[in-house]
């Protein structure tokens, strides 16, 4: 049984730019869970993935957005990037949402 | 709408001693609670998960109590070592039919001095 991944780990983007994110989920696991975790803090909700659809949104903008596939892996795409988007981005998947959550790495996004 | 708290917001312990780590949550109609570890730039490993109809979990020297009338859970830590050091996050799903949308504490600093 793998665990979560994310990719890539680290990423350097300019101010206005786009990115994206990339999360496989746990084997067996159909939702996927998007934070964001800025230097110091607890991470915060951005969005929910089940089965193909959006299951729920934090408050984030539209400029944040994301995709899920049919075998369950997920992706976070954020547009004209601001230097306040640096931050860890975690990915964590479940079965169903009804149990533990288990998380991925984080990708560190760093916004010059 | 759930709010998660933690206080305080860093710690420090002499090796061996016990940790006593707290988390208050607002909606007392809670699905579960979750205790994670983060070790610095990491991500998050889930460490005890307790239902809303347990009141404790244990796993090895860790004990995670959970009464929702007080709007509190408590991460017990027993004899401490340096490795135990780490950001310790307790994190409450939205409600029961929010799934595991999590909201997180801001989490507790843990340094445990050999």
């Known amino acids: 049984e793998t665990g979560v991944t994310q990719s890539p780990t680290h990423l350097i983007k300019t101010r206005g730019q786009q990115v994206t994110l990339r999360c496989s989920s746990q084997?067996?696991?159909?939702?996927v869970s998007w934070y964001q975790q800025a230097l110091g803090q607890g991470p915060q909700f951005i969005f929910q993935y089940y089965r193909e659809e959006e299951n729920g949104r934090g408050n984030f903008p539209p400029r944040f957005s994301g995709l899920q596939f049919p075998n369950y892996s997920s992706e976070l795409n954020v547009n004209a990037l601001e230097l306040d988007d640096s931050a860890l981005y975690l990915c964590a998947s479940s079965l169903g949402g009804q149990l533990e959550a288990f998380f991925g790495q984080g990708t560190r996004l760093t916004v010059v | 709408k759930q709010e998660v708290t933690q206080i305080p917001a860093a710690l420090s312990v002499p090796e061996g001693e016990n940790l006593v780590l707290n988390c208050s949550f607002t909606?007392?109609?809670?699905?579960?609670l979750q205790w994670f570890r983060q070790d610095p730039g990491k991500g998050l490993t889930s460490l005890l998960l307790i239902q809303s109809s347990q009141r404790e979990q244990t796993s090895g020297r860790l004990n995670a109590s959970l009464d929702k009338s007080s709007g509190r859970s408590t991460l017990y830590i027993a004899a401490s070592q340096p490795g135990d050091s780490a950001t310790y996050l307790c994190a409450a799903p939205w409600g029961k039919a929010a799934g595991n949308k999590l909201t997180f504490g801001g989490g507790t600093r843990v340094l445990v001095k050999p």
């Open positions: 909606d007392s109609a809670i699905y579960n």
């Open positions: 084997s067996g696991h159909n939702t």
